[in-house]
T-cell receptor
Framework: NAGVTQTPKFQVLKTGQSMTLQCAQD?????MYWYRQDPGMGLRLIYY???????DKGEVPNGYNVSRLNKREFSLRLESAAPSQTSVYFC???????????????FGEGSRLTVL | AQKITQTQPGMFVQEKEAVTLDCTYD???????LFWYKQPSSGEMIFLIY??????QNATEGRYSLNFQKARKSANLVISASQLGDSAMYFC?????????????FGDGTTLTVKP
C-alpha cells in the first residue's frame, strides 16, 4: 500500500523555469492538499482540493497553480520559479467523514525544491 | 481564520521521563479538530493523535495523550516514558469544521531532544 506518492523527490531549478510536482494517493480520499515547509518552520497550506473537480487557495497560493486531475491525482505547478519558492513541498490527503469532518492528514515523503 | 501557537522552539527530556509540549489555538469555528504530528530527522510527517472539540475525554494513543483544555484553548501533547526515538520535531495542527473546513493549520513546531 503506497499511500501518498510524490514526484520528484529532489529538483533544482533556475529562476524563471517552470515545473510540476505530481502527487497521487491510493486511499480513495476525497481531500488533497499541497503544503510547503521552510527551514525551521511549520507547514503552510498552498492549495487544497476538497473533492474531485474543486480547488481552493490556502495561505500562500501566489506563484502556484494546481490541478485535481482525478480523485487520485493532485498536481502543483510553478509557472516561473523564484528563489523564494525554495522549500520542501508536501502533498497530503485525508478522508472526509460524517458531517463533512476531515480526518488526519496522510503525507507523501516530500519534494525538496531549490531555485537558484 | 485559525491560528496555532507553539511557544517552545526546543525542549529537552531525560529518557524514560514524561514531557509536555505546549499548543494553544484560536479559531472562529465552533467545531474543530486538533492534531499532533511528528517529524523525525528523516523528514516524513507522522500522525500521532487527534482530539475533537466536542470530545468529552482527552485523547490517548499509547504513550501519547492530549491534554485538552477548551476554555484555555490549549491542546498540549504529553509523551510518557520518553524514548530516544521520540527525538523529533512535533507539530500541533487544527482543522475547522465550518468556515475553515478542510484546512489544517500548523504551528511552527517544537524540537524535542531525548537525552540518554
Amino acid at each position: 500500500n503506497a499511500g501518498v506518492t510524490q514526484t520528484p523527490k529532489f529538483q533544482v531549478l533556475k529562476t524563471g523555469q517552470s515545473m510540476t510536482l505530481q502527487c497521487a494517493q491510493d486511499m480513495n480520499h476525497n481531500s488533497m492538499y499541497w503544503y510547503r515547509q521552510d527551514p525551521g518552520m511549520g507547514l503552510r497550506l498552498i492549495y487544497y482540493s476538497a473533492s474531485e473537480g474543486t480547488t481552493d487557495k490556502g495561505e500562500v497560493p501566489n506563484g502556484y497553480n494546481v490541478s485535481r486531475l482525478n480523485k487520485r491525482e493532485f498536481s502543483l505547478r510553478l509557472e516561473s520559479a523564484a528563489p523564494s519558492q525554495t522549500s520542501v513541498y508536501f502533498c497530503a490527503s485525508s478522508e472526509v467523514g460524517p458531517a463533512g469532518v476531515t480526518g488526519e492528514l496522510f503525507f507523501g515523503e516530500g519534494s525538496r525544491l531549490t531555485v537558484l | 481564520a485559525q491560528k496555532i501557537t507553539q511557544t517552545q522552539p526546543g525542549m529537552f527530556v531525560q529518557e524514560k521521563e514524561a514531557v509536555t509540549l505546549d499548543c494553544t489555538y484560536d479559531t472562529s469555528d465552533p467545531s474543530y479538530g486538533l492534531f499532533w504530528y511528528k517529524q523525525p530527522s528523516s523528514g516524513e510527517m507522522i500522525f500521532l493523535i487527534y482530539q475533537g472539540s466536542y470530545d468529552q475525554q482527552n485523547a490517548t494513543e499509547g504513550r501519547y495523550s492530549l491534554n485538552f483544555q477548551k476554555a484555555r484553548k490549549s491542546a498540549n501533547l504529553v509523551i510518557s516514558a520518553s524514548q530516544l526515538g521520540d527525538s523529533a520535531m512535533y507539530f500541533c495542527a487544527m482543522r475547522g469544521d465550518n468556515t475553515n473546513a478542510g484546512k489544517s493549520t500548523f504551528g511552527d513546531g517544537t524540537t524535542l531532544t531525548v537525552k540518554p
